[in-house]
T-cell receptor
Framework: KQEVTQIPAALSVPEGENLVLNCSFT??????LQWFRQDPGKGLTSLLL?????REQTSGRLNASLDKSSGRSTLYIAASQPGDSATYLC????????????FGEGTQLTVNP | DVKVTQSSRYLVKRTGEKVFLECVQD?????MFWYRQDPGLGLRLIYF???????EKGDIPEGYSVSREKKERFSLILESASTNQTSMYLC?????????????FGPGTRLTVT
């Protein structure tokens, strides 16, 4: 059964710092991996989706990488801002699970002014 | 922009009541999903639907049922609400499974069963 782990569970950084969030998954037979942002009490907002054939995706200050063979993905946030404070979740879609996603528990990020 | 809406942001119900949670998407997506999110357990899939009148059980379907009579609407039904169903419920939608399509989420419904 696929398991997705995110480390660290919580992270607090000063404004302006570059940071990396980690996501690992146990079964490398994935179709794609998606990073989401969730603000307190709200739904999930899709940030980036990486296909299994891709190595990375970029959107503004965000860069997500994927190493499928080692079961790892990272989300890099450049020049962090207080508005980046949120919980970041990764989710994998397996090759054999249709549209189903398996989620990690998230990393709670706080960016201090 | 894809928009997924949920009928209520907050809901308080009593034990034993029948509860309906509604989700509507406006992008003609084939797939729709219901998750619940609990601290320490993350997001867990309850049910999903890949077409009108089609449904499949997710990881935790017990105590729930679903209905999809129209493509844009997916309802989650708690037949007899219990306190252990107090949770945040999230609906999502995506295009057909064969594509690399992202899932788009609604704002969530915080359900409290007393």
């Amino acid at each position: 059964k696929q398991e997705v782990t995110q480390i660290p569970a919580a992270l607090s950084v000063p404004e302006g710092e570059n940071l990396v969030l980690n996501c690992s998954f146990t079964d490398s037979a994935i179709y794609n991996l998606q990073w989401f942002r969730q603000d307190p009490g709200k739904g999930l907002t899709s940030l980036l989706l990486i296909q299994s054939s891709q190595r990375e995706q970029t959107s503004g200050r965000l860069n997500a990488s994927l190493d499928k063979s080692s079961g790892r993905s990272t989300l890099y946030i450049a020049a962090s801002q207080p508005g980046d404070s949120a919980t970041y979740l990764c989710a994998v879609r397996e090759e054999t699970s249709g549209s189903r996603l398996t989620f990690g528990e998230g990393t709670q990020l706080t960016v201090n002014p | 922009d894809v928009k997924v809406t949920q009928s209520s942001r907050y809901l308080v119900k009593r034990t034993g009541e029948k509860v309906f949670l509604e989700c509507v998407q406006d992008m003609d997506h084939e797939n729709m999903f219901w998750y619940r999110q609990d601290p320490g357990l993350g997001l867990r899939l309850i049910y999903f639907s890949y077409d009108v009148k089609m449904k499949e059980k997710g990881d935790i379907p017990e105590g729930y049922s679903v209905s999809r009579e129209k493509k844009e609407r997916f309802s989650l039904i708690l037949e007899s609400a219990s306190t252990n169903q107090t949770s945040m419920y999230l609906c999502a939608s995506s295009l057909w499974a064969a594509g690399p399509y992202e899932q788009y989420f609604g704002p969530g419904t915080r359900l409290t069963v007393t």
